[in-house]
């Protein structure tokens, strides 16, 4: 027998034009909000748009159209109200006790907190969700997610929120944040040896929006075998794979990552610091994105800000535009290579453009090398191997003193090397 699949929810937008944003931002705010409820396991059953100068402090949008998009909900038999915007606990607050116990209301950052929970497969990917989980729930704690929890559980209660409010109080629930925090310090700790081993190799990293194809091109140079799905945030754990069809002497690694969103929370940036860190060790950053996206411009300008926010220092990159296979309109791409001349305009899906890629990243790998000339003793032969792995040999010879090598290479391989031979 087939497991029983879990019943999807009626979902209800709100969306919140203030001062400085226009209707257009909002609108297609909203859509990538559908596309978030969607992969989170709910259908849209309606939208509901107000313009406002300021959020009201006690219900974002003013007690008497709260009380209109709960009705209107009702009367849809919508039990979910999602708010596009980020909800202080106490709007959430007295947004729930309008709601009252049959219907939730949930802001952006919890509905993508949700996804996260549904994704999370690995030990670290859970521990980190978890943390987000709990520092965001812990000032939103009020007894009618008790009631939540027990009679509709569901998106926005699917970490068990009417559960912490039962059984553990908020003393507790920072014991918990304490602990996950030393886990994922030890995590950490297990990801730099982990890096240290692979420092001998030139590093790449995939970074971009979510959904832009990051996986699906992932799997395309490595056959990494990466979870491709149309949803947002369908993996959240990094893969890392060796690029064989890059041959510069030196091993090429490529790593793919959770993607960015617009507005991602920062308590989830936070908690995923060590796992995005990784990314801050790389030599060349692939920033991946949607080419037929209307959004284009803000999906670049929203990794960009990520970036930022990790800390990231400036490394070498090549903006790639994918899924160029989207676009039936000649004009809009030929638009997007006037704007974007440096970019690499490919389909991962349809291996278009992939042969140039590698070109580019090779070009841009070796641009950065730097040649030089070790001296070996014959005592000194063992270290062959490491010069072979960490550079390219250029000419090598052999006299009375010892062996003679013309290498190229990057600067960090080269200082290497010295330093050994030096000892």
């Not at 920062?266 to 037929?292: C, P, Q, W, Y």
Request: hydrophobic content about 40%; charged content about 30%.
């Amino acid at each position: 027998m087939q497991k029983n699949k879990i019943k999807r929810e009626k979902a209800f937008l709100v969306g919140v034009i203030l001062k400085g944003s226009s209707r257009v931002q909002i609108i297609e705010q909203l859509e990538e909000l559908e596309f978030l409820a969607d992969t989170a396991g709910a259908d849209i059953i309606g939208k509901f748009t107000q313009s406002r100068n300021k959020p009201d402090a006690t219900t974002f949008i003013g007690k008497g159209k709260a009380q209109t998009i709960i009705n209107q909900a009702i009367e849809l038999e919508c039990h979910l109200i999602i708010f596009n915007d980020d909800i202080s606990p106490t709007q959430i607050k007295n947004l729930q006790k309008i709601a009252g116990e049959t219907t939730k209301v949930i802001d952006r950052t919890g509905l993508i907190l949700d996804i996260f929970t549904k994704h999370a497969k690995t030990k670290e990917a859970k521990t980190q969700v978890k943390l987000a989980q709990l520092e965001y729930f812990l000032p939103r704690l009020t007894r009618i997610w008790t009631h939540l929890e027990r009679q509709m559980g569901g998106i926005g209660t699917r970490a068990g929120a009417g559960e912490t409010q039962i059984e553990i109080d908020r003393r507790l629930i920072r014991n918990q944040i304490a602990k996950l925090k030393i886990e994922l310090t030890v995590i950490e700790k297990q990801r730099q040896v982990q890096n240290h081993r692979r420092e001998d190799a030139i590093r790449i990293a995939l970074v971009g929006y979510t959904n832009a194809g990051k996986s699906t091109l992932m799997n395309a140079l490595t056959d990494a075998g990466v979870l491709v799905q149309d949803q947002l945030f369908a993996t959240l754990d990094t893969t890392t794979r060796k690029l064989e069809n890059i041959d510069i002497g030196i091993p090429v690694l490529l790593s793919d990552t959770v993607g960015f969103i617009r507005n991602l929370p920062h308590n989830l940036i936070a908690s995923f610091r060590s796992t995005l860190g990784e990314i801050r060790n790389v030599d060349l950053l692939l920033k991946v994105f949607d080419a037929s996206s209307e959004n284009i411009h803000e999906h670049i300008a929203t990794v960009e800000e990520v970036l930022k926010e990790i800390d990231m220092p400036d490394k070498a990159s090549i903006i790639v535009l994918n899924k160029i296979d989207a676009i039936s309109e000649p004009l809009k791409l030929s638009g997007l290579k006037t704007r974007f001349k440096d970019a690499s305009f490919i389909s991962s899906l349809k291996n278009i453009g992939l042969n140039i890629l590698i070109d580019r990243i090779k070009e841009t790998i070796t641009s950065e090398f730097q040649k030089d000339v070790f001296h070996l003793s014959f005592k000194q032969t063992k270290l062959l191997d490491t010069i072979y792995t960490l550079t390219r040999v250029i000419k090598k010879k052999s006299d009375y003193n010892g062996i003679r090598l013309e290498v190229e290479g990057n600067r960090k391989s080269l200082n290497k090397i010295r330093q050994i031979i030096e000892k």
